[in-house]
C-alpha cells in the first residue's frame, strides 16, 4: 500500500514550457485535492475533485488545470509556466465520507513535487 | 471566509519540556481542527483531528490537542519533546457549512526541540 504517490519529484522549467503533474493513491479515495506550498504561506489549494470525471476551483486556480479521468488518478498541468509557479506541490486524497461533505475527512499527503521555473 | 492563524513563526524548547504550538481559527459553523507535520523535504503527515466530543483530542506521537471554543484556539501540546518532534507544524480548519472541501491552512510553526 503506497499510499499517494507523486511524479516527478523535481522538475525545473523554462518560462512558457508546459508540463503536467501526476498524483496517484491506491486507498480507493473518492476526493483528491491538489495545493501549492511557498514559504510563509502554508498550504493553498489550487484544484480539488469529489469523484472520477470531476473536477473544481479552490483557492488559486488560475495558470492550472486538472483532469481526473480515473478515480485513483488526478492530474495538474501547466500550460505555459512562469516564474510565479515556483512552488513545491503537493496532492492529497480523502476518503470523502465525512460529516458535512467531507468536512471530517483527514487528508493523506504524497511526498511532493518541487518545481522551479526560470 | 475561514483562517487560520499560527502566531509564532518558530517555537524553541529544550528536550524533556513540555511544548505548546498555538493556533486560532475563524470559520462558520461548527470547526473542523486538524494538526499536521511535516518533516524536511516530506509531505503533510496528520497528527490528530478535532470533530466533536472531548475538547482534549490525543493524537500520534504522543501530541495532543485542546479545543477552547471560546477562545477559538486549538492549542497542540506535548508533555515531554523530544529531538525528533522538530518539524514544521500546520494547524488546519474546516468549517461544516459553505465549501466543505477547502481545508485552510494557517502559515507553520517551525519547532525546534534542542538537546
Known amino acids: 500500500n503506497a499510499g499517494v504517490t507523486q511524479t516527478p519529484k523535481f522538475r525545473v522549467l523554462k518560462t512558457g514550457q508546459s508540463m503536467t503533474l501526476l498524483c496517484a493513491q491506491d486507498m480507493n479515495h473518492e476526493y483528491m485535492y491538489w495545493y501549492r506550498q511557498d514559504p510563509g504561506m502554508g498550504l493553498r489549494l489550487i484544484h480539488y475533485s469529489v469523484g472520477e470525471g470531476t473536477t473544481a476551483k479552490g483557492e488559486v486556480p488560475d495558470g492550472y488545470n486538472v483532469s481526473r479521468l480515473k478515480k485513483q488518478n488526478f492530474l495538474l498541468g501547466l500550460e505555459s509556466a512562469a516564474p510565479s509557479q515556483t512552488s513545491v506541490y503537493f496532492c492529497?486524497?480523502?476518503?470523502?465520507?465525512?460529516?458535512?461533505?467531507?468536512?471530517?475527512?483527514?487528508?493523506?499527503f504524497g511526498p511532493g513535487t518541487r518545481l522551479t521555473v526560470l | 471566509a475561514q483562517s487560520v492563524a499560527q502566531p509564532e513563526d518558530q517555537v524553541n524548547v529544550a528536550e524533556g519540556n513540555p511544548l505548546t504550538v498555538k493556533c486560532t481559527y475563524s470559520?462558520?459553523?461548527?470547526?473542523?481542527l486538524f494538526w499536521y507535520v511535516q518533516y524536511p523535504n516530506r509531505g503533510l503527515q496528520f497528527l490528530l483531528k478535532?470533530?466533536?466530543?472531548?475538547?482534549l483530542v490525543k493524537g500520534s506521537y504522543g501530541f495532543e490537542a485542546e479545543f477552547n471554543k471560546s477562545q477559538t484556539s486549538f492549542h497542540l501540546k506535548k508533555p515531554s519533546a523530544l529531538v525528533s518532534d522538530s518539524a514544521l507544524y500546520f494547524c488546519a480548519v474546516r468549517g461544516s457549512s459553505g465549501s466543505a472541501r477547502q481545508l485552510t491552512f494557517g502559515s507553520g510553526t517551525q519547532l525546534t526541540v534542542l538537546p
Open positions: 470559520v462558520s459553523g461548527n470547526p473542523y
Open positions: 478535532y470533530i466533536t466530543g472531548d475538547n
Open positions: 492529497a486524497s480523502s476518503n470523502g465520507r465525512g460529516l458535512a461533505g467531507g468536512s471530517t475527512d483527514t487528508q493523506y
